[in-house]
């Protein structure tokens, strides 16, 4: 039995659409026209062919939210611990949810399921969804017969990489939005008010001080080529993010990024977090560490790091240490390297990589709000700094004029 998709009308002409299970394209149909409802598309629930080659469905439609991804592995977890098989749990998952996303690829995945595949074989079907470590760590638990247990380490790991990615996005928010309205208010200062104010002095024969030249330089600039600007910017953007697609020039990027005062300890520690979160999770479920330590490089976003993580997984298949390995490169912090030195020697290895990813986690969240308290404040100062001389510009002027007149 599969889960399809379906497209169908309403008796109003509406159209409406849903997920089924059945056995075949027409049964899903036959059961449409018993609802009273005329199909207009039936498609089975799945991003791959069995044998590859294109997606059955639109990629971007079975997509869902880590917030989504967060609840079905935890709904999932309890219904399993609480001892009910896993088709049953899929179902009740399904049930119970409101997001047609997150119904359809449960439905799919129950559907393979009473197929007779394993749970991690059914997650495969939907890898733009389930990444290569929830199936990884799905397919150990599955082999080692603690599936609850690991379920629920993989609610924890997602919940904890929502949490965090909520506390970057909202200390974010604040300093966006004021940089946003700063800019947009010295803009509209710059390309409407100060032609209005400073255009009365256009008749005069004086000479006008050198500030207040060039601030009607820069409005005339403006307004004469700021949608020019525009579209280059855009261009430069967009020629930019190319450019980043070549191995060399992103590698040489990401390397200069690490070696930033600031910028380089927050791609630092948010890495390092990242990847010592994500093996020590793949460890304790029973993951063999040569497989952990591949997929863990997946999930490092600086070229240089995760170059080095595959590197170190090289040296360990040849007998070498993690900790070893790692130190090689000096690019991991010196803490994070003595915990994986302490967790080898004492055979807590997951153990340990779960404190330092607590430890870096800390460390970043930490350092993020240091960056936003210290943005804010010269964010202000300079649009201050701005203004000021916008005001003074226009205000020159007058001084001389009074001055003349007395």
């Given at each position: 039995?599969?889960?399809?998709?379906?497209?169908?009308?309403?008796?109003?002409?509406?159209?409406?659409?849903?997920?089924?299970?059945?056995?075949?394209?027409?049964?899903?149909?036959?059961?449409?026209?018993?609802?009273?409802?005329?199909?207009?598309?039936?498609?089975?629930?799945?991003?791959?062919?069995?044998?590859?080659?294109?997606?059955?469905?639109?990629?971007?439609?079975?997509?869902?939210?880590?917030?989504?991804?967060?609840?079905?592995?935890?709904?999932?977890?309890?219904?399993?611990?609480?001892?009910?098989?896993?088709?049953?749990?899929?179902?009740?998952?399904?049930?119970?949810?409101?997001?047609?996303?997150?119904?359809?690829?449960?439905?799919?995945?129950?559907?393979?399921?009473?197929?007779?595949?394993?749970?991690?074989?059914?997650?495969?079907?939907?890898?733009?969804?389930?990444?290569?470590?929830?199936?990884?760590?799905?397919?150990?638990?599955?082999?080692?017969?603690?599936?609850?247990?690991?379920?629920?380490?993989?609610?924890?790991?997602?919940?904890?990489?929502?949490?965090?990615?909520?506390?970057?996005?909202?200390?974010?928010?604040?300093?966006?939005?004021?940089?946003?309205?700063?800019?947009?208010?010295?803009?509209?200062?710059?390309?409407?008010?100060?032609?209005?104010?400073?255009?009365?002095?256009?008749?005069?024969?004086?000479?006008?001080?050198?500030?207040?030249?060039?601030?009607?330089?820069?409005?005339?600039?403006?307004?004469?080529?700021?949608?020019?600007?525009?579209?280059?910017?855009?261009?430069?953007?967009?020629?930019?993010?190319?450019?980043?697609?070549?191995?060399?020039?992103?590698?040489?990027?990401?390397?200069?990024?690490?070696?930033?005062?600031?910028?380089?300890?927050?791609?630092?520690?948010?890495?390092?977090?990242?990847?010592?979160?994500?093996?020590?999770?793949?460890?304790?479920?029973?993951?063999?560490?040569?497989?952990?330590?591949?997929?863990?490089?997946?999930?490092?976003?600086?070229?240089?790091?995760?170059?080095?993580?595959?590197?170190?997984?090289?040296?360990?298949?040849?007998?070498?240490?993690?900790?070893?390995?790692?130190?090689?490169?000096?690019?991991?912090?010196?803490?994070?390297?003595?915990?994986?030195?302490?967790?080898?020697?004492?055979?807590?290895?997951?153990?340990?990589?779960?404190?330092?990813?607590?430890?870096?986690?800390?460390?970043?969240?930490?350092?993020?709000?240091?960056?936003?308290?210290?943005?804010?404040p010269l964010l202000i100062l300079v649009m201050g700094g701005v203004v000021l001389?916008?005001?003074?510009?226009?205000?020159?002027?007058?001084?001389?004029?009074?001055?003349?007149?007395?």
């Amino acid at each position: 039995m599969g889960a399809f998709e379906y497209t169908a009308l309403d008796s109003r002409g509406k159209q409406q659409r849903g997920v089924l299970e059945g056995d075949a394209p027409r049964q899903i149909r036959q059961q449409l026209r018993e609802r009273g409802l005329t199909p207009l598309d039936v498609q089975e629930v799945s991003e791959r062919k069995r044998g590859g080659g294109r997606s059955r469905l639109s990629l971007t439609r079975n997509r869902i939210s880590v917030t989504e991804l967060a609840l079905f592995t935890r709904q999932l977890a309890t219904l399993v611990k609480a001892g009910l098989p896993l088709e049953a749990a899929l179902q009740a998952v399904a049930q119970q949810t409101d997001n047609q996303r997150t119904q359809r690829v449960t439905l799919g995945i129950r559907s393979k399921v009473l197929e007779g595949h394993a749970l991690a074989d059914a997650l495969s079907d939907f890898p733009q969804v389930f990444p290569e470590i929830y199936r990884a760590t799905v397919a150990a638990g599955e082999q080692s017969g603690h599936l609850d247990g690991v379920l629920e380490r993989l609610a924890e790991y997602v919940e904890n990489q929502q949490v965090m990615r909520q506390k970057v996005q909202l200390a974010l928010l604040y300093p966006v939005i004021l940089t946003f309205v700063a800019i947009g208010v010295v803009i509209v200062l710059l390309a409407k008010v100060v032609p209005d104010v400073v255009g009365v002095f256009d008749s005069i024969d004086a000479e006008l001080p050198a500030l207040t030249k060039g601030l009607i330089a820069t409005s005339d600039f403006l307004r004469d080529y700021g949608l020019i600007l525009l579209v280059l910017l855009g261009a430069g953007l967009f020629l930019w993010r190319l450019a980043l697609t070549r191995p060399h020039i992103r590698r040489a990027y990401h390397l200069w990024l690490l070696r930033l005062p600031l910028v380089g300890r927050l791609v630092l520690g948010t890495n390092t977090g990242r990847f010592t979160r994500t093996l020590s999770i793949l460890v304790n479920s029973g993951v063999p560490v040569l497989d952990a330590l591949q997929i863990s490089s997946e999930v490092i976003g600086n070229v240089p790091m995760r170059e080095a993580i595959e590197e170190t997984a090289q040296r360990v298949r040849e007998g070498s240490s993690i900790h070893d390995a790692l130190a090689k490169h000096r690019l991991f912090p010196a803490i994070t390297l003595h915990l994986i030195a302490n967790g080898e020697a004492s055979g807590d290895l997951g153990g340990m990589l779960e404190r330092a990813a607590i430890h870096q986690e800390r460390e970043v969240e930490t350092l993020v709000g240091a960056l936003m308290g210290l943005f804010e404040p010269l964010l202000i100062l300079v649009m201050g700094g701005v203004v000021l001389l916008i005001v003074l510009a226009i205000l020159l002027p007058i001084f001389e004029i009074n001055q003349l007149v007395q």
